[in-house]
């Protein structure tokens, strides 16, 4: 009886290609509104792919968060320069978001996810636009910078990338913390132009989004999860560890799965070979 029921449930398996679907799927679900923001971006990259650089320069100018459009049109260039990439390219910016967009995103919700990179991005590019206004006035930069390109997402994302801070368990937040402070204080010191003020600038207002942070459930440990990792990959390669072994057994009993008489049989004592 419990054979042939084995045999039916693997007859009407699912194939290979269904499941990995179905995985993915289920995986992008939980982050809807950073998948959409990158499916947008897939877009608009083509589009520049696609074009000559003439028009490409038109259609990012017009997108542009410089000073004239930030005095002329600030909603407009503040919602559509998020949705362009500036440098890096979509595979890499792919990789980033699933890094840190969907973490955050699935920790904090998604209007909290969203609030907190729309604050970034649009608190660092008044602070950095400002800084450019400031130097335009006292004639250290040129007044032809009023026109400048700047547009992309680094901002949202130094902002998300700081956010997380809170979600990781102490005393790895801390150097978590002071590793995002180092990472764009450097850019302050080594580039010294308006862009990496911005940068410097969105992760701070990242860490002054904590309030968004406090009721939300969930943590994340590094070495935990390190030390998880190892378990699996060892459980993989054939030679599980004790407490691997001992947490299959535990699973086994909760589970039930003897219903239909079959009791596993363990090959030897728990412990380690």
């Known amino acids: 009886m419990a054979g042939s029921t084995a045999r039916g449930a693997k007859a009407h398996r699912r194939p290979w290609w269904a499941r990995a679907v179905h995985a993915v799927w289920a995986y992008v679900r939980r982050a809807p509104g950073t998948y959409t923001w990158l499916a ?8 520049i792919r696609h074009v000559d650089p003439a028009t490409a320069d038109r259609i990012l100018e017009r997108r542009s968060t410089n000073l004239h459009h930030l005095q002329v049109s600030p909603v407009r260039v503040l919602v559509t320069s998020a ?3 500036a440098g890096g390219g979509w595979p890499f910016y792919f990789l980033l978001y699933n890094l840190f967009h969907v973490p955050a995103e699935r920790w904090l919700g998604t209007l909290r996810w969203i609030s907190v990179a729309a604050l970034a991005h649009v608190g660092a590019t008044y602070l950095s636009e400002g800084v450019l206004g400031w130097a335009i006035h006292r004639g250290l930069a040129s007044p032809r910078a009023l ?3 700047d547009y992309g997402v680094s901002y949202a994302l130094a902002g998300v990338v700081a956010v ?7 005393p790895w937040r801390y150097l978590y913390a002071v590793g995002v402070l180092v990472v764009y204080g450097l850019g302050v010191q080594q580039s010294r132009d308006y862009t990496s003020i911005g940068h410097f600038s969105a992760a701070l207002i990242g860490f002054a989004c904590y309030p968004l942070t406090r009721d939300r459930p969930g943590s994340f440990d590094p070495v935990a999860s390190v030390r998880a990792v190892c378990r699996r990959v060892r459980w993989r390669s054939g030679r599980p560890t004790p407490s691997a072994r001992s947490s299959v057994w535990r699973v ?14 363990r090959s030897g004592p728990v412990g380690p070979r």
């Open 147 to 149: 026109y400048t390109l």
């Open 40 to 47: 947008v971006l897939l877009v608009t990259t083509q589009v």
């Open 164 to 170: 997380l801070t809170y979600l990781i368990v102490r």
């Open 83 to 85: 949705l362009w990439i």
């Open 252 to 265: 086994w009993r909760v589970t039930g799965a003897g219903a239909a008489g079959q009791v596993p049989r």
